[in-house]
């Protein structure tokens, strides 16, 4: 969604740093650059001023008490990334739980915000967090609310509570009064109630929010937004404040390529935090925003911190140390253990979104953009077409085991060579790693040079392929 506002600031930071020193008149164009940059990504024109005027006057103190170009320019980028952060909100501010549950938590935004996917969202991430939502079907407006929240519950194992049918049947502040009336009879500790939105805001919509939010007196109102409607984000959530309060914004659908300039702007008009972030259509397409890590993706940093726990939820802690234990001891990684990990990998999502959290993923792009999704599945069907004894010793795979595979995944032998190629290469890697060496295409990565421990080596074949391996024996 940044792509644009991240590789202008990229140019513009990486021009800076080529200064020998940097001047007064630098800081000026470099403000330029920014003010620029973020006028053309939709950020407000008075959040862009605000956010101009303070770095302005923070970098040119700084260059009075810096002196080398380098530092000087690092200073400007660090002022940069605190103003950014500053308007994305600052600190992350997490729901806060009420003492005495349910804590209910409403849900308010025009119609296509994405509410009802949301609150499927919430209650699944809660409840893997120990917690016990009940979902209240309040939306009894848009065509088909009603049903989707329940299929959604049912889809993650969360109640939903839907007394009335909805499609313009039933009393939304009715049913919401009673929903949270039935958590607290049934001990669930949170209520998330959907609620109706409009194509536009209208007074009738306002209304029916505020009299929802008068009855059940909610802890939480989240009010919901679709990033990709550029400064119509703004004037919305204006409206909504204004007519009917909230606490946190969740923003949703900032995996579209809009400019992003919505995201920027809430937080610092509306002074209420970002508290969520959607990022796609899938109910794990979502979470916790932290304006920190926001700011680094902004920066071209990437966002690690959010790439390490998508890992660490993928990766089952138990799969990770067998992994760990067979590479310490020695052993062999074998398709089976490359099974797992694919596994987990389609578990992580989309392969192109976390490749985008890596720093630098700006200048890949296209490449990241080209990625094709299919590869995850069609490796593993191949994994999956062969028997478990051909899994942990690819080398008993022949000719004719390779047709056989083939087939049963539905793709060509030279698939299967290939990956079995591929493998064998990554596994020649594990081995001289575990044995201190800098394996061949991975020096210059800034790893010093370590020598690997003279081993007395069998002159083993190196592919993997009967028929390459044929031919490297001959030699
Ligand atoms: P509501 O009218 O506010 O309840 O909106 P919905 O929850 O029905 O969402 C409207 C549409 O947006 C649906 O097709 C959702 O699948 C889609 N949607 C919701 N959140 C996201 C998101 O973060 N990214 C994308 N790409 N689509 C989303």
Same mark, same amino acid.
């Given at each position: 969604?940044f792509d644009?506002?991240?590789s202008?600031?990229s ?6 740093r080529?200064?020998g020193k &940097? ?5 000026e164009?470099t ?8 006028l ?9 001023e605000s956010?101009?005027d ?6 040119t103190?700084?260059l ?17 990334n605190?103003?950014l952060i500053e &308007?994305?909100?600052g600190?992350?501010?997490r729901?806060?739980f009420s003492?005495?549950?349910p804590t209910v938590?409403?849900?308010?935004g025009?119609?296509g ?5 949301l ?6 991430f809660?409840?893997?967090q120990g ?7 309040s ?12 299929v959604?519950?049912?889809?993650i194992?969360?109640?939903v ?11 939304p ?13 049934k001990?669930?500790n949170?209520v ?28 939480e ?6 990033a990709?409607i550029?400064?119509d984000?703004?004037?919305?959530s204006?409206?909504?404040l204004n007519?009917v309060?909230?606490d ?7 995996d ?6 919505a ?7 509306t ?13 794990t ?6 304006p920190e890590?926001?700011?680094s993706r902004?920066?071209?940093?990437g ?10 939820k ?7 140390a067998k992994?760990e ?35 630098g993923s ?10 094709d999704?299919?590869?995850?599945s ?20 022949n000719?004719?085991r390779?047709?056989?595979i ?11 060579n290939?990956?079995v190629?591929?493998?064998s ?7 001289q ?7 061949a ?18 002159k083993?074949?190196?592919s ?11 030699q």
């Amino acid at each position: 969604m940044f792509d644009t506002l991240t590789s202008r600031l990229s140019a513009t930071f990486s021009s800076l740093r080529t200064r020998g020193k &940097i001047s007064k008149g630098d800081i000026e164009s470099t403000c330029a650059e920014i003010r620029q940059a973020l006028l053309e990504s939709d950020v407000a024109l008075e959040v862009v001023e605000s956010f101009i005027d303070q770095i302005s006057v923070k970098a040119t103190a700084a260059l009075e008490t810096i002196q080398s170009g380098t530092s000087q320019a690092n200073a400007v980028f660090e002022i940069v990334n605190a103003s950014l952060i500053e &308007i994305l909100g600052g600190q992350t501010r997490r729901v806060r739980f009420s003492k005495n549950p349910p804590t209910v938590i409403m849900l308010a935004g025009l119609q296509g915000a994405g509410k009802t996917t949301l609150a499927g969202k919430l209650a699944k991430f809660y409840s893997d967090q120990g917690n016990t939502p009940l979902l209240v079907a309040s939306d009894l407006q848009r065509p088909n609310a009603v049903t989707q929240l329940q299929v959604v519950g049912e889809s993650i194992g969360i109640p939903v509570f839907a007394p009335e049918p909805g499609n313009g049947v039933g009393d939304p502040v009715k049913v919401a009064l009673a929903g949270v009336a039935f958590a607290k009879a049934k001990l669930y500790n949170m209520v998330i109630v959907d609620t109706a939105g409009r194509l536009g805001v209208d007074a009738d919509l306002m209304k029916q929010a505020s009299d929802i939010r008068d009855a059940i007196k909610p802890d939480e109102i989240l009010f919901v937004v679709d990033a990709m409607i550029g400064q119509d984000a703004v004037r919305t959530s204006q409206a909504f404040l204004n007519g009917v309060g909230f606490d946190g914004v969740v923003l949703t659908k900032l995996d579209g390529d809009a400019r992003g300039g919505a995201a920027l702007s809430i937080a610092s008009l509306t002074e209420r935090p970002i508290m969520f972030a959607s990022t796609g259509e899938k109910l794990t397409d979502f979470d916790i925003f932290y304006p920190e890590r926001m700011a680094s993706r902004i920066l071209g940093m990437g966002d690690v911190a959010t790439l390490a726990e998508s890992a660490k939820k993928a990766f089952d802690s138990q799969t990770s140390a067998k992994l760990e234990a067979k590479f310490e001891s020695g052993e062999d990684f074998t398709l089976e253990d490359f099974l797992e990990q694919l596994s987990a990998m389609s578990k992580m999502g989309s392969i192109s979104k976390l490749m985008g959290m890596l720093p630098g993923s700006g200048a890949l792009k296209k490449q990241i953009d080209g990625f094709d999704e299919g590869e995850i599945s069609r490796t593993t069907a191949i994994v999956q077409s062969m028997t478990p004894k051909e899994r942990r010793e690819p080398k008993i795979l022949n000719g004719s085991r390779r047709a056989r595979i083939a087939l049963g995944a539905g793709r060509k032998v030279s698939d299967v060579n290939n990956l079995v190629d591929r493998f064998s290469a990554a596994q020649k890697m594990m081995k001289q790693l575990r044995n201190g060496a800098v394996p061949a295409g991975m020096s210059g990565m800034g790893l010093p040079p370590v020598k690997a421990p003279v081993k007395a080596s069998k002159k083993k074949s190196k592919s993997g392929n009967p028929a390459k391996r044929a031919l490297e024996e001959s030699q």
